[in-house]
Each structure stands twice: as C-alpha cells, then as structure tokens.
C-alpha cells in the first residue's frame, strides 16, 4: 500500500544518506592520512574521527615481535579513555584465540560481534577485570579489523559501541576505513556521490500521490 511504499523509501534514502556520510568521514580520514608520515600522529587521527562519527571507542594495536602493541586508543567519553585502554591491555597474547584481535591477526579476517555476550568476553579472556572493564564500558558490539600493508598484517583496528547493535554494512565501513588505498578512492569519488544521493530515488518504490502528512 501507499504508506508501506513511503516507508521504503524513506528507509533508502536514510540508507543513503547513512553512506554518504560513511563516505565524507572516509574521506577526512583520507585527507589525515595525506598530511603526516608519522603512523601514531595519523592513526590518532584516524580513532578520533571514528569516536566522533561512527562508534563510542577506537583501538589501533600494531603487530610485533609475535604479540600486538597497543598505539592508540580514543573515546567519546575522555572519562572512560582509560577504561577502553586498560581493557585493551588486559587481552592476553593468544595466536591461538578462537575470537578477538589475534585470531584476525592469525586469520586476516575481520570479525562482526554483535552482541558482546558475555561468553564471548570470557571466550577472549578469563580474567575478571576484563568482564569488569567491558562491563563499565557497557560494549554491546564490536567490530575487529586487521591493517594491511604491503600484502601482512600489520596490526588491527578495534571499535566498540555502547549504543548500537554493529551490522555488516558497518563491517565493510570499518574495512574500508582500515584500508588506505579505500580512502583514497572515497576522497576521489566523493563529488560524484554526493550528486548521486541528491538525486537518489528508488526506481522500484513508488512515490506516494495524494496522500497528505497527516494521513500516514
């Protein structure tokens, strides 16, 4: 029916507004990549965009001597900065983890959880501190991403959110942001996208016709 139809495409044009301002952010995390050499002053840049558009916390980990090594780590809230941090250091070094950052870094693929029970803290880590420290975080869903470069895995990029459930479409955002080359491409194609949501119109959903606000 005609209201069903308005729903549709309100919900495609929120989807593509959503992406559009994906893109725009993967696009300022493009123009931060550009402007400095230094990894810990870029990859600082890069959490702070991420806790400023896209999730409540940011943690880059670099791959090292067989074990990762905390960089960065941002919040939303400066208050609870050291609790994401100490939860971030309290993970133990586990090549072998069935869930977490080195089981991406084992396997170089990311991992969606949504939700963060609490079998899959204790799966990550026995220790009380860290189901206290998630806890306090109140971490709903995660998002765990390897960093790539020249064809290894240099590290990973973990997000975390306290008020939202992850999907797949913030999976292969979170991809995206974790790949340089992707940014470049997104900082390129972003004139065009813009022009192209502007316009955006579902062909399959109808628009509505002699239906008034107040009649939905």
């Known amino acids: 029916d005609v209201c069903t139809q308005t729903v549709l495409r309100l919900r495609a044009e929120a989807s593509s507004e959503k992406r559009l301002r994906q893109i725009e952010f993967l696009s300022a995390a493009s123009e931060q990549l550009a402007r400095s050499l ?5 990859m600082t840049s890069v959490t702070e ?20 090594h905390s ?12 609790s994401a941090h100490r939860l971030i250091s309290r993970l133990p070094v586990d090549l072998d983890a069935a869930a977490g950052s080195y089981r991406v870094v084992r396997t170089g693929q990311s991992q969606l959880y949504s939700p963060v029970t609490p079998e899959l803290i204790r ?4 220790d009380p501190e860290v189901a206290d420290l998630a806890q ?4 709903r869903s ?9 064809g290894r895995i240099t590290g990973t990029m973990t997000m ?9 479409e913030d999976l292969t ?3 995206d942001l974790a790949r340089p080359g992707r940014l470049a491409e997104f900082s390129d194609g972003l004139p065009e996208l813009r022009a192209l949501v502007a316009r955006y119109t579902p062909e399959d959903v109808a628009e509505p016709t002699g239906l008034a606000p107040e009649d939905m």
């Open 38 to 42: 230094d990894r810990r002053a870029t």
């Open 49 to 68: 965009l991420a806790v400023a558009s896209f999730a409540d916390w940011c943690a880059v980990r670099l791959f090292d001597d067989s074990r990762l």
């Open 71 to 82: 960089l960065v780590v941002a919040h939303a809230d400066p208050d609870l900065a050291g």
């Open 123 to 126: 799966t990550v880590s026995p």
């Open 136 to 139: 306090r975080l109140d971490l």
């Open 142 to 150: 995660a998002i765990v991403v390897p960093l790539v470069a020249r």
């Open 160 to 168: 975390g959110s306290s008020t939202r459930l992850f999907t797949d």
């Open 173 to 175: 955002f979170a991809e």
